[in-house]
């Protein structure tokens, strides 16, 4: 074995935490490593150390592309001394590069422009970029790798999986032997992530590294050769991919066995709750997002809604929330038209809303749990009564649901931004729960949550449909949606593609659906699409 | 030292700034205070040093210099006062014995200039405060001065022509403070709606508001309402039954401790607003996470009006304690109150109880400066700048929390370093499970 990166004893402290605490991770060249733990572990900090935005507090950091080589007389292990990077440009300067979660790239500009951009050829003695050639070199390197990407296209013009293709070229082109993947899969379709684990092949083949950060055990095991599992910013054990199983990993990542699967019970479908008719909405820049959506859900039902990020689900729940206003069409909650109500009597007539995006919605940051339990009842009995707020039994509240929900607070009046992502989040979904709402909208409730928290709050989810509530559920998540609904809508660019029964369905079949692709004529999948719903058969563009 | 290690430094510096308690707070003003008059007295030396004079004032190892700067902050900060003590460092006249000079009263009447200025203040500062904990930079803050001073002093001189004496006292006081608060809030209510339903950016209506609200002002004062017998831009005088009776000052002080009674309340009011009321908990969601607030039910365009017609009501009751306690009628030239207002507020860092303080610090500063030029030859430029520097001073530290509380939430969120790492070492709550 032949190790391009050996990570010897590291150790990262912040102020009053342990991010990483004597990790030491080997990764052999050609291969690809993942890094595996739940939020919190402390991978992004154990790379933020190997891509020099982070000083290690102790430990050392060998790299080399082509190998590290033994040395005998040399004081260190290796022939090469070990690095210091002090900033990402030394680590970039040592062949390390690093793809983020969320990409930097350049909107309007091309694809050329991107990947040169900051290193760009120059000519007329520096003055100019010298496009013809930074397009010849981007052609190059593609065709090196088999990349096939538009060199011409603006960023904005093209898919998700693309852009990150632009990212990874983009690292290639500083000379990057060794590459960083932050969560690499978070944003893709299925088949994005079939084509990216393509690319890693070929990658690994020409010789490069590759390390991907990632929570999900599956893709672990698929697409990497090495398996490094990361616990309360400890190593817990590096293993081969082949050699391992799914249950073995999963009880390396929280210490403890993991019921992956969900069992539900079944439950009486009762009256509609929420009927979705014919809605349109448009996003931040005027753009039609949803375009004539139609579904209902009923007491005792989970809804799921199932789709890439950004085909449209954030603009239709917050329709359906009260957070934007739809173009067209109408939202009905209970007997009630609701479609003009303001989003305080919404919550007060029993729709409880788990935001997509707890830092910026769900919960202010500034605020201790007390104030943060208060959000959206602030002007009700009996937390308000005329106008004054009962701060003592607002605090009772807080702790009831700090108590039941398992929230654990690093200190007593601590604000939400101190509370870790899975903490956070089981406040939110505390608060809305104890609402006692007729209607939960649950938008991503277990994005960036551990799989101890996650198993808690699908439980919670399918009480709440034992009880007779209506559950409206979007996740990005697909084997979330698919365990936990009844039925299950599948979107795309705006429009519900087909409503489809999740037991029978293939998660092939919803890739396709995903895609923006009809359901083959074969498939074995129940469409559910009730007559209340919209038709898709009759109305699919894409016939 | 390298790059990353100090920008860990850097951000932990600014963390635990943003996470300094109350007390902390208060220790760091004050030593910021100090500091100022560190740096204070070194730029008087050296001015001492470049100016000509034939005495020298004082004299350090040796060498005379043209400023005393002990003699001058001790004009600032105790002659504010009315002077208490006797100067702290004059050593050779062996007066330590007597700290307090004989005769002292709190009554004197520099001491109601300093307490005159710090009432205005309070309001001015509340005003502002209040807009600011909503998210809005009410800069306008001068312009409902003006018009909540101008509406006061037409409405009761029209209307004390009805009544008289003590009747008159009781009736049109409060009937002048709820004009100004009226007049006041209706113009800060304009900005807020065209911020709230036609999302026009409100500093740059507020500041456009300020000359239309001192131009008006002085067309109706050299016009319609000016008083014949004045050679000035101003309206005719109010009866004396119609300002705000002084009580325990001299009346010629143009100070009433009713109207700072009226501020301190006003002070402890924004408080229990912002603390304990739904209306304070919208207030404070929107101005800190306005995203939050529309997700919890708060209607953002209906806060955005309502704390801008209260932050312009407060300047405006402001404005009308100008006019019944200060000038008993209108003039032009109206002192830049409701900018020292912004000023107030930021030192304060925002806080309703903060404002008290720093409104008292500023009438200090005000008081203080007439008594540094009356009793030193150092110009008035150079008190300015004391001055100046004693506000930056103590306004950085607030001014850095208020930048750093967003970068550390911020931090928090992204790759982080509280939450994603791991273990918060005194308990192991901090790691998910």
């Given at each position: 074995?032949?190790?391009?990166?050996?990570?010897?004893?590291?150790?990262?402290?912040?102020?009053?935490?342990?991010?990483?605490?004597?990790?030491d991770?080997?990764?052999?060249?050609?291969?690809?490593?993942?890094?595996?733990?739940?939020?919190?572990?402390?991978?992004?900090?154990?790379?933020?150390?190997?891509?020099?935005?982070?000083?290690?507090?102790?430990?050392?950091?060998?790299?080399?592309?082509?190998?590290l080589?033994?040395?005998d007389?040399?004081?260190?292990?290796?022939?090469?001394?070990?690095?210091r990077?002090?900033?990402?440009?030394?680590?970039?300067?040592?062949?390390?590069g690093m793809i983020?979660?969320?990409?930097?790239?350049?909107?309007?500009?091309?694809?050329?422009?991107?990947?040169t951009?900051?290193?760009?050829?120059?000519?007329?003695?520096?003055?100019?970029v010298?496009?013809?050639?930074?397009?010849?070199?981007?052609?190059?390197?593609?065709?090196?790798?088999?990349?096939?990407?538009?060199?011409?296209?603006?960023?904005?013009?093209?898919?998700?999986?693309?852009?990150?293709?632009?990212?990874?070229?983009?690292?290639?082109?500083?000379?990057?032997?060794?590459?960083?993947?932050?969560?690499?899969?978070?944003?893709?379709?299925?088949?994005?992530?079939?084509d990216?684990?393509?690319?890693?092949?070929?990658?690994?083949?020409?010789?490069k590294?590759?390390?991907?950060?990632?929570?999900k055990?599956g893709?672990?095991?698929h697409?990497?050769?090495?398996?490094?599992?990361?616990?309360?910013?400890?190593?817990?054990?590096?293993?081969?991919?082949d050699?391992?199983?799914?249950?073995?990993?999963?009880?390396?990542?929280?210490?403890?066995?993991?019921?992956e699967?969900?069992d539900?019970?079944?439950?009486?479908?009762?009256?509609?709750?929420?009927?979705?008719?014919?809605?349109?909405?448009?996003?931040?820049?005027?753009?039609?997002?949803?375009?004539?959506?139609s579904f209902?859900?009923?007491?005792?039902?989970?809804?799921?809604?199932?789709?890439?990020?950004?085909?449209?689900?954030?603009e239709?729940?917050?329709?359906?929330?009260?957070?934007?206003?739809?173009?067209?069409g109408?939202?009905?909650?209970?007997?009630?038209?609701?479609?003009?109500?303001?989003?305080?009597?919404?919550i007060?007539?029993?729709?409880?809303?788990?935001?997509?995006?707890?830092?910026?919605?769900?919960?202010?940051?500034?605020?201790?749990?007390t104030?943060?339990?208060?959000?959206?009842?602030?002007?009700?009995?009996?937390?308000?009564?005329?106008?004054?707020?009962?701060?003592?039994?607002?605090?009772?509240?807080?702790?009831?649901?700090?108590?039941?929900?398992?929230?654990?607070?690093?200190?007593?009046?601590?604000?939400?931004?101190?509370?870790?992502?899975?903490?956070?989040?089981?406040?939110?979904?505390?608060?809305e729960?104890e609402?006692?709402?007729?209607?939960v909208?649950?938008?991503?409730?277990?994005?960036?949550?551990?799989?101890?928290?996650?198993?808690?709050?699908?439980?919670?989810?399918?009480?709440?449909?034992?009880?007779g509530?209506?559950?409206?559920?979007?996740?990005?998540?697909?084997?979330?949606?698919?365990?936990?609904?009844?039925?299950?809508?599948?979107?795309?660019d705006?429009e519900?593609?087909?409503?489809?029964?999740?037991?029978?369905v293939?998660?092939?079949?919803?890739?396709?659906?995903?895609?923006?692709?009809?359901l083959?004529?074969?498939?074995?999948?129940?469409?559910?699409?009730?007559a209340?719903?919209?038709?898709?058969?009759?109305?699919?563009?894409?016939? | 030292?390298?790059?990353?290690?100090?920008?860990?430094?850097?951000?932990?510096?600014?963390?635990?700034?943003v996470?300094a308690?109350?007390?902390?707070?208060?220790?760091?003003?004050?030593?910021?205070?100090?500091?100022?008059?560190?740096v204070?007295?070194?730029?008087?030396?050296?001015?001492?040093?470049?100016?000509t004079?034939?005495t020298?004032?004082t004299?350090?190892?040796?060498?005379?210099?043209?400023y005393?700067?002990?003699?001058?902050?001790?004009?600032?900060?105790?002659?504010?006062?009315?002077?208490?003590?006797?100067?702290?460092?004059?050593?050779?006249?062996?007066?330590?014995?007597?700290?307090?000079?004989?005769?002292?009263?709190?009554?004197?009447?520099?001491?109601a200039?300093?307490?005159?200025?710090?009432?205005?203040?309070?309001?001015?500062?509340?005003?502002?405060?209040?807009?600011?904990?909503?998210?809005?930079?009410?800069?306008?803050?001068?312009?409902?001065?003006?018009?909540?001073?101008?509406?006061?002093?037409?409405t009761?001189?029209?209307?004390?022509?009805?009544?008289?004496?003590?009747?008159?006292?009781?009736?049109?006081?409060?009937?002048?403070?709820?004009v100004?608060?009226?007049?006041?809030?209706?113009?800060?209510?304009?900005?807020?709606?065209?911020k709230?339903?036609?999302?026009?950016?409100?500093v740059?209506?507020?500041?456009?508001?300020?000359?239309?609200a001192?131009?008006?002002?002085?067309?109706?004062v050299?016009?319609?309402?000016?008083?014949?017998?004045?050679?000035?831009?101003e309206?005719?005088?109010?009866?004396?039954?119609?300002?705000?009776?002084?009580?325990?000052?001299?009346?010629?002080?143009?100070?009433?401790?009713?109207?700072?009674?009226?501020?301190?309340?006003l002070?402890?009011?924004?408080?229990?607003?912002?603390?304990?009321?739904?209306?304070?908990?919208?207030i404070?969601?929107?101005?800190?996470?306005?995203?939050?607030?529309?997700?919890?039910?708060?209607?953002?365009?209906?806060?955005?009006?309502?704390?801008?017609?209260?932050?312009?009501?407060?300047?405006?009751?402001?404005?009308?304690?100008?006019?019944?306690?200060?000038?008993?009628?209108?003039?032009?030239?109206?002192?830049?109150?409701g900018f020292?207002?912004?000023?107030v507020?930021?030192?304060?860092?925002?806080?309703?109880?903060?404002?008290?303080?720093?409104?008292?610090?500023?009438?200090?500063?005000?008081?203080?400066?007439?008594?540094?030029?009356?009793?030193?030859?150092?110009?008035?430029?150079?008190?300015?700048?004391?001055?100046?520097?004693?506000?930056l001073?103590?306004?950085?530290?607030?001014?850095?929390?208020?930048?750093?509380?967003?970068?550390?939430?911020?931090?928090?969120?992204?790759?982080?370093?509280?939450?994603?790492?791991?273990?918060?070492?005194?308990?192991?709550?901090?790691?998910?499970?």
């Amino acid at each position: 074995m032949e190790p391009a990166v050996h990570l010897d004893g590291i150790t990262k402290r912040f102020p009053g935490v342990v991010a990483n605490d004597d990790v030491d991770l080997l990764v052999e060249r050609g291969s690809v490593h993942a890094l595996l733990g739940e939020n919190g572990a402390g991978k992004t900090t154990l790379m933020n150390v190997l891509y020099g935005l982070y000083e290690p507090t102790e430990g050392d950091v060998y790299v080399d592309g082509d190998g590290l080589a033994d040395g005998d007389d040399s004081p260190h292990r290796y022939a090469q001394p070990p690095k210091r990077f002090d900033s990402p440009a030394d680590a970039i300067d040592a062949g390390v590069g690093m793809i983020h979660q969320h990409f930097m790239l350049v909107d309007p500009m091309s694809v050329t422009e991107n990947i040169t951009l900051g290193n760009e050829p120059r000519k007329w003695g520096g003055l100019a970029v010298d496009s013809a050639r930074s397009r010849d070199e981007v052609v190059d390197l593609c065709d090196r790798y088999g990349f096939d990407v538009d060199p011409d296209a603006a960023i904005e013009d093209v898919s998700v999986g693309v852009q990150q293709r632009v990212e990874i070229l983009k690292a290639l082109y500083r000379g990057a032997d060794i590459l960083i993947l932050d969560e690499p899969t978070a944003v893709l379709t299925p088949q994005e992530v079939e084509d990216l684990f393509a690319v890693f092949e070929e990658l690994t083949a020409q010789g490069k590294t590759i390390i991907f950060i990632s929570h999900k055990l599956g893709e672990a095991m698929h697409a990497a050769d090495d398996i490094t599992v990361l616990r309360d910013g400890k190593n817990v054990g590096t293993v081969a991919a082949d050699d391992v199983t799914r249950e073995q990993l999963a009880e390396m990542m929280v210490g403890r066995e993991v019921l992956e699967t969900v069992d539900k019970p079944p439950v009486e479908r009762g009256e509609s709750v929420l009927t979705v008719d014919h809605v349109s909405a448009t996003d931040e820049r005027g753009v039609e997002a949803v375009s004539d959506v139609s579904f209902t859900v009923h007491e005792g039902e989970v809804f799921g809604i199932a789709g890439v990020d950004g085909n449209g689900q954030s603009e239709l729940i917050e329709a359906i929330t009260g957070l934007r206003k739809p173009t067209a069409g109408s939202v009905a909650f209970q007997r009630d038209d609701i479609t003009n109500w303001p989003r305080q009597r919404r919550i007060d007539e029993g729709m409880a809303y788990i935001p997509e995006d707890r830092h910026e919605r769900g919960l202010v940051m500034d605020f201790d749990l007390t104030e943060n339990g208060l959000l959206g009842s602030q002007h009700t009995p009996p937390f308000a009564e005329s106008g004054r707020i009962e701060w003592d039994r607002a605090r009772t509240h807080a702790q009831d649901i700090i108590d039941e929900y398992d929230v654990r607070p690093p200190n007593r009046d601590a604000k939400a931004s101190s509370f870790s992502g899975g903490n956070q989040q089981k406040f939110i979904v505390g608060r809305e729960f104890e609402r006692d709402p007729s209607l939960v909208v649950a938008t991503h409730p277990t994005r960036g949550v551990d799989i101890g928290s996650t198993e808690f709050i699908h439980d919670r989810l399918l009480d709440l449909r034992s009880n007779g509530k209506a559950v409206l559920l979007v996740s990005s998540k697909l084997e979330e949606v698919q365990g936990l609904s009844d039925r299950l809508a599948v979107m795309h660019d705006g429009e519900i593609m087909d409503v489809v029964d999740p037991e029978t369905v293939t998660e092939e079949e919803i890739g396709l659906l995903m895609a923006g692709e009809q359901l083959p004529e074969d498939s074995a999948a129940r469409s559910l699409t009730e007559a209340g719903d919209r038709s898709v058969a009759a109305g699919g563009e894409s016939q | 030292m390298s790059a990353g290690d100090w920008r860990d430094r850097g951000r932990s510096a600014l963390e635990r700034l943003v996470r300094a308690s109350a007390f902390e707070r208060v220790l760091i003003s004050t030593a910021a205070l100090v500091l100022s008059m560190f740096v204070g007295v070194l730029i008087i030396l050296a001015a001492g040093r470049m100016t000509t004079c034939t005495t020298a004032a004082t004299t350090f190892f040796g060498v005379g210099f043209c400023y005393d700067p002990f003699a001058i902050y001790d004009s600032l900060f105790l002659g504010a006062l009315g002077d208490p003590i006797n100067p702290l460092f004059k050593p050779l006249q062996g007066e330590f014995a007597a700290p307090f000079r004989r005769g002292w009263t709190p009554l004197n009447s520099q001491m109601a200039v300093t307490l005159r200025e710090t009432t205005i203040l309070i309001f001015t500062g509340l005003g502002v405060a209040i807009a600011f904990r909503a998210g809005i930079f009410n800069i306008g803050m001068q312009g409902q001065l003006v018009v909540g001073a101008l509406a006061t002093a037409l409405t009761v001189l029209w209307t004390s022509s009805l009544v008289s004496g003590l009747v008159g006292t009781l009736v049109l006081i409060p009937f002048g403070l709820a004009v100004g608060a009226l007049a006041g809030g209706l113009f800060g209510a304009i900005p807020g709606a065209l911020k709230a339903y036609a999302d026009a950016n409100e500093v740059i209506t507020t500041i456009m508001l300020n000359f239309v609200a001192t131009s008006v002002a002085l067309f109706l004062v050299a016009n319609p309402f000016k008083d014949p017998e004045s050679p000035a831009n101003e309206t005719v005088g109010l009866p004396d039954f119609a300002t705000i009776p002084s009580v325990l000052y001299e009346p010629r002080d143009n100070f009433s401790i009713i109207a700072l009674g009226i501020a301190l309340a006003l002070v402890g009011a924004s408080y229990y607003l912002l603390e304990h009321t739904s209306f304070g908990y919208d207030i404070r969601t929107s101005g800190i996470q306005p995203e939050a607030a529309e997700y919890g039910g708060v209607d953002a365009a209906r806060t955005i009006v309502s704390s801008m017609t209260l932050s312009g009501a407060i300047g405006g009751v402001g404005g009308a304690m100008y006019v019944l306690m200060i000038l008993g009628n209108y003039q032009t030239g109206v002192p830049s109150y409701g900018f020292d207002g912004i000023t107030v507020s930021i030192l304060a860092g925002n806080n309703p109880l903060g404002v008290g303080f720093a409104a008292l610090l500023f009438g200090v500063l005000k008081s203080g400066s007439i008594i540094v030029d009356v009793s030193t030859d150092v110009p008035p430029q150079l008190v300015g700048v004391l001055r100046g520097l004693i506000i930056l001073f103590v306004a950085m530290p607030e001014f850095f929390r208020m930048i750093g509380a967003k970068f550390v939430i911020e931090s928090d969120e992204g790759q982080a370093v509280a939450t994603d790492g791991g273990v918060v070492e005194d308990n192991g709550g901090g790691s998910d499970e």
